[in-house]
């Protein structure tokens, strides 16, 4: 197929694209008024700079959103620690000293170059975390800039449509979004603008906006044999929507943009989140609220009862005002409340039981857990509270291991190493045809393995009773070389903090020769 008729393609693939995405967009838009007020924008045109947010009569959605986002984050890219740990294929060579210390520098390296202010990766993945929150689908774009190392950005769901392969994920992401003419001569240079980009430019019209077509695709024509971006695993293209043009064509061995999904219902290409999980709820409490502040508005300021005939023209309900004619001449008031017999607490009682499923949506019970104190708990209790907050996260969570961090990781890492920022992996790795992977070992994963903790725990204090009968030979069915580290890895301990296994005999052949000059020393004592 020559361009043009790849962009006619393209473009007739982008129609299907957003029909299907269409039945999505009224619930999103909704989520967006109720939920997430700062996200409007995107689906609608708002008003920039408007104030938004005014028809939110309970906040428990919105707040919630916040927790969620500092729940999820916290389990899957904990702030601080080193949550992934780059490995090879062959299990006999990450036990090779050499690989180890050029596997724990690339961990370094890739932490050094994720994390680094300009990159913008904490920002820019806790906007992707309330997307996934808000609208169940979040696109984090992963790329690199000349001189300035890797940058991510989280695209609004608004310009991302996406389809999946055979398998169920997504291989195809086409994002449509505008630019101004300016922005069009920077993006592409002046020399690949199509006629009415350059003409806008000519007269002078720099911010009149076109639109545009990123699209990402499997490559259906591959060529490993060539040097340039045909060879590339990955196709991708800019297209000018208005005139029907490609403006630039190339390539990656990595798909660039991650699309994360919360879950997705039979059948369905796009996540659902904890907002349309609850939707139904969320409209009920505001509608709850504002029912109770109108029955709170007239329990505070009572509508008044007054006779048909009576002599009060006006009544003055200000405080110190006088009210002639108020009394009757048998001194009975004139003037007298209505009593409506609404029941504010249970009003408030219901509203609270409707509000406890957005809570739970919204993993407000995994970040109450999340903040409890552990600085007093003992090896065991840590575990324990591990393991209970993995087994509330674990069903959400572990996708977004599989669809966010698994690609980022991988573009992240043909970066870092087409850049000679990681040095390349020892010469075995390539003798034995292994390939990097990457091992997470986040509060996710570790929660995982605390049972497997646990028990041995249990086991060793099992074994206490029946060593003081059978003498300490119990214990030699224990692997004691292996077992310390396996525990820690699950307190998250770094295998930095870990003497190697030839530094472990080492000491054992040192401590052994001391044994024996000691028992020497104290026969020459007992001889003498």
């Known amino acids: 197929m020559n361009d ?41 045109q708002a008003a920039k700079g408007g104030v938004r947010g005014t028809t939110i009569f309970d906040h428990t959605a919105s707040t919630g959103l916040n927790r969620f986002q500092a729940a999820y984050g ?11 740990l780059v490995q090879s294929t062959s299990t006999s060579l990450n036990d090779f000293p050499a690989f180890q210390q050029w596997a724990e520098k690339a961990t370094d390296l890739l932490f050094g170059a994720r994390y680094r202010p300009i990159a913008g990766f904490e920002t820019e993945a806790g906007m992707c975390i309330r997307s996934i929150g808000t609208y169940g689908n979040a696109p984090l774009w992963t790329d690199h800039r000349p001189g300035l190392g890797m940058f991510y950005k989280t695209l609004h769901l608004a310009e991302v449509f996406v389809d ?11 994002r449509k979004f505008t630019r101004t003419a300016r922005q069009a001569r920077q993006m592409f240079g002046p020399d690949n603008l199509t006629p009415s980009i350059q003409k806008a430019i000519t007269e002078n019209k720099l911010s009149q906006e076109f639109s545009f077509l990123h699209v990402i695709r499997p490559r259906a024509e591959r060529d490993p044999g060539r040097f340039d971006f045909r060879r590339m695993a990955w196709e991708s293209r800019y ?37 349309m999980q609850v939707l139904g709820s969320i409209r009920t409490v505001n509608e709850m609220v504002k029912t109770l502040l109108r029955a709170g508005h007239k329990a505070v300021d009572p509508p008044l009862l007054t006779p048909e005939d009576g002599v009060l023209s006006r009544i003055q309900t200000k405080p110190g005002g006088i009210n002639v004619g108020g009394l009757g001449f048998d001194g009975s008031p004139m003037v007298v409340p209505l009593q409506t017999g609404g029941n504010l607490p249970l ?37 324990e509270h591990t393991r209970m907050v993995g087994m509330l996260m674990s069903p959400s969570a572990s996708r977004g291991e599989t669809e966010w961090l698994s690609p980022q990781t991988a573009r992240e890492l043909e970066i870092l190493l087409d850049s000679g920022t990681i040095p390349p ?26 049972e497997e903790a646990l028990g041995f725990g249990r086991f060793i204090e099992m074994l206490t009773p029946a060593a003081s009968i059978a003498g300490p030979e ?24 870990l003497s190697p296994p030839d530094e472990v005999i080492a000491k054992g052949e040192a401590r ?17």
Not at 350 to 371: G, H, K, Q, Y
Not at 482 to 487: F, G, K, T, Y
């Open 425 to 450: 992996p020892p010469p075995e790795m390539r003798e034995e045809g292994a390939q990097v992977k990457v091992d997470y070992d986040n509060p996710l994963t570790r929660a995982a393995k605390a």
């Open 347 to 383: 009003g408030m009682e219901l509203l609270n039981n409707e509000r406890e499923p957005i809570r739970d949506a919204f993993l407000e019970t995994v970040f109450s857990l999340v903040l409890e104190r552990r600085d007093r708990m003992t090896a065991t209790e840590v575990l």
């Open 512 to 528: 052994s020769q001391q044994q024996q000059v000691d028992n020497t020393l104290k026969q020459l004592a007992l001889g003498a």
């Open 164 to 174: 999946e392969d055979f398998t169920g994920r997504i291989d195809t992401v086409h």
């Open 4 to 44: 043009n008729a790849i962009v006619e393609e393209i473009l007739q693939r982008q129609i299907e694209l957003e029909s299907d995405r269409l039945p999505y967009e009224p619930a999103w838009r909704e989520i967006d008024e109720r939920v997430n007020p700062l996200g409007e924008g995107g689906f609608t």
């Open 474 to 497: 119990v214990y030699d069915v224990v692997n004691w070389q292996r077992a310390p580290r396996e525990l820690a890895k699950s307190l998250a301990v770094r295998q930095a903090y």
């Open 239 to 275: 297209i000018c929507v208005e005139d029907k043009a490609q403006l630039r064509e190339g390539g990656y061995e990595t798909m660039p943009i991650a699309f994360a999904r919360y879950v997705t219902g039979p059948r369905e290409r796009y996540g659902r989140s904890p907002a």
């Open 74 to 84: 916290g389990m899957i890219i904990p702030r601080g620690e080193r949550y992934q």
